[in-house]
């Protein structure tokens, strides 16, 4: 069985091709009985290949992507192996949108159980804030429905705590009324880069919540490395753009894409970028903002690109997402901030040592102004000093839950702490001030993204 990631070889034993809760429940249990490890397919993205272990039985679910809209109630109900691409295809004719991620492939129930930034996190929060209930199977193999009333402490954990509590089945997902963004690209070169990036730090020190900003240090079309900034407005078509047209102005641009349309056709267009056989690394931190220090530790890493597929990529954290309490859901990074995903990516096995130096290079330059912790969803099994710090204040009430709810461990999707972190061990954050410069140069045109 193939992963989104060719660097993950594994050879489960047993493969359960899942059509509905009962094969899950019947995959669960034969398991336990054999004392095999247990691992759960959605849509196969998790870089660390948590979907497969060597002689471990794998519950697939891709034959369970059916999807469900409910137009009034803004509600989808999705199977445990829909797509991101799957939700937003449906939702589509009725003029709605789903909280997902930047690429369409990905499994919407991994990424909203890890979390799950997005385009429209300022607007409607994280993928995960937006999950209404759930259907899950335990590790006893019994089904139960959560939600915010039934089984709360199950449904606080899915929000945030990963897969690490049951097999979601099918959840229940709050949809918005988004029929159509302006996004694209702008893209400036490397020679730019703090001008570019000290303007940024303004611009989203001010952003509304329909605007929500990705951006990056990555290769360029001439393959030379560039600074890319990515922004989805999803205010209304006669609302004031200012702030998104501004992003045109941090610097002199060698190019501006953007244009409008259905979140759905841009989630699309990116497909082709990331198809699945690429060997991939990937590392994490997260930083309040772009000090002069941490642009600089873009700057030097990404004039240093392991490979030309290669990037360090930046989402945007605010508005909707940065109004949830931190005690609200088991995700508890929810002071505005940036997300880095450190992406080393190469075409074929040669050269991993070197992605991986660069990407624990890169982690290491930042980790002096990062937040303690680091995103969920791509922490590693040995990003173990971060994983401690990932759910802050909330570890320990996600411990209790895992020893109560699935003690024999039977799930692990993406690593949990195995002790409540002490406040002395967390990192140090440095706030100093940078300048913003402005420049002029606009063109619409069409989309292209460089990474997701």
Known sequence: MALWNAAVVRRPAVVVRCADVADVQAGVRTAREFGLPLTVRGGGHDWAGSALRDGGLTLDLSGMRDVRVDPERRHAVVGGGATAGDVLAAAEPFGLVAATGTIGSVGIVGLTLGGGYGPLAGRAGLAADNLVGAEVVLADGSVVDTDAEHEPDLFWALRGGGGNFGVVVS??????AVPSVVTGVVLYPRTQAEQVFGGLREALAASPDELTVQSAVGAGPDGEPAVMVLPTWSGAADADDAPLQALTRLGTPLAVQLDSGPLAAAIAAREAMFPPGRHITMGTRSVRELTPEVVAALTQHGAALPSPLSALSLHHFHGAAARI??????????????????????TDAAGGEAHRRWIESASAALAPYALPGGYPNLLGPDDTAQTAHAYGPNTARLL???STIDPDAVFSAIPLPTTTPSAASRNVHRRPRCVAVRARGVRRGAWWFPLG
């Open 325 to 346: 309490p931190a005690s609200a859901t088991a995700f508890a990074a929810r002071e505005p901030h940036l997300m880095v995903e450190l992406i080393a990516v190469r």
């Open 400 to 402: 209790k839950l895992k």
């Open 171 to 176: 959840a229940r997902i709050r949809l918005h």
